[in-house]
C-alpha cells in the first residue's frame, strides 16, 4: 500500500490556463486549434506540436512555458478510423 505523502496530486487543468493567441478552424469539417504561447519567440522557426486527440487545454498546458514551441490540436472523433478519414478523403 502506497503511502499518501508519497503522492502527488494531479489537479486539473483549467480553461485558459496558458496565455497565448489561440486560432481556431475546421480541418476536414473536424475542430482545430492552433495555440501560440505569450512567451513563443517569434526569431526562430517554431517546433509544431501537433496534438490528435483531447480537448486543447491539455495540449496546451504541455507547452505552454516553452518559448520555442507551438500546438496544433485536431480532434477528429471517437476511435483511430476516425483519424484514418481525416487524411484519406473518406
Not at 492552433?34 to 504541455?62: M, N, R
Amino acid at each position: 500500500m502506497f503511502e499518501t505523502k508519497t503522492i502527488r496530486t494531479h489537479e486539473r487543468v483549467s480553461e485558459n490556463q496558458c496565455i497565448g493567441n489561440r486560432i481556431k478552424w475546421e480541418f476536414q469539417g473536424k475542430p482545430a486549434q492552433l495555440f501560440i504561447p505569450q512567451d513563443y519567440l517569434g526569431t526562430v522557426a517554431p517546433h509544431l506540436i501537433i496534438y490528435f486527440h483531447g480537448v486543447p487545454k491539455v495540449s496546451e498546458f504541455a507547452i505552454c512555458q516553452k518559448a520555442s514551441q507551438v500546438i496544433l490540436t485536431i480532434t477528429g472523433g471517437f476511435g483511430s478510423s476516425s483519424y484514418e478519414k481525416l487524411f484519406t478523403g473518406t
